[in-house]
């Protein structure tokens, strides 16, 4: 009997902790904006920069208004704008490039 509830006890652990990992370890770009973008960028806005925000207007004017450009901009960085490609796997920076342009194109609501 006592075999069974260590069992049981393994099966259980494995099944509450299998999902939280797995939520744990791919956020998504809410999150990921939220962790390493928001400080600058509160609501697309530019904190250092008025005229580099994240509004859809401003990134067309800069030509950073397509996923790549985004993502290669959160990768490599660009004057005062820190790289991530360091802090952040490539699916990662993609997820949080995707938010920001979706972001945009709601007009950061």
Not at 63 to 77: C, E, F, H, Q, Y
Request: charged share 20%; glycine share 10%.
């Amino acid at each position: 009997m006592r075999g069974f509830f260590s069992l049981m006890l393994i099966v259980i652990m494995g099944l509450t902790s299998a999902p939280a990992l797995a939520i744990s370890s791919s956020p998504g770009g809410a999150e990921l904006f939220e962790v390493h973008c928001v400080g600058c960028h509160p609501q697309g806005k530019n904190i250092i920069r008025r005229g580099k925000t994240l509004r859809k207007k401003a990134l067309q004017k800069n030509k950073v208004d397509s996923l790549d450009a985004i993502a290669t901009l959160v990768t490599n960085g660009k004057g005062n704008m820190s790289a991530y490609a360091d802090k952040l796997s490539a699916p990662e920076i993609e997820t949080v490039s995707a938010y920001v342009l979706e972001q945009a194109e709601q007009g950061w609501h």
